[in-house]
């Protein structure tokens, strides 16, 4: 059973950072392409960034610069650093498995002015 278990939101000024981390499991997560995804109150969820299983990253433009996105395999966990936080990255943050309909149940990030 594929299941992804997201943490690491909260509250935070803007300018300041977060960290969020994924952990999966029923996959094989070495191979597995991973992603972060984010849903704004009356908006699309659209994606944030992307991590290939040889780490090449993607990002949108939006955060580009400001957010980070890694992979420890040893632990099948994907992390987002979020960095230079603003009140428009308020969102629930998803992750997901590239390719496939897995979601976790999100993790709230709300930055406040």
């Known amino acids: 059973q594929v299941q992804l278990v997201e943490s690491g939101g909260g509250l935070v000024q803007a300018g300041g950072s977060l960290r969020l981390s994924c952990t999966a499991s029923?996959?094989?997560?070495?191979?597995?392409?991973m992603a972060w995804y984010r849903q704004a109150p009356g908006k699309q969820r659209e994606l944030v960034a992307k991590i290939r299983s040889g780490g090449f990253q993607n990002y949108a433009g939006s955060v580009k610069g400001r957010f980070t996105i890694s992979r420890d395999n040893a632990k099948n966990t994907v992390y987002l650093q979020m960095d230079s936080l603003k009140p428009e990255d308020t969102a629930i943050y998803y992750c997901?498995?590239?390719?496939?309909?897995?979601w976790g149940q999100g993790t709230q990030v709300t930055v406040s002015s």
């Open positions: 997901n498995i590239v390719g496939n309909d897995y």
């Open positions: 029923g996959i094989t997560f070495t191979v597995s392409a």
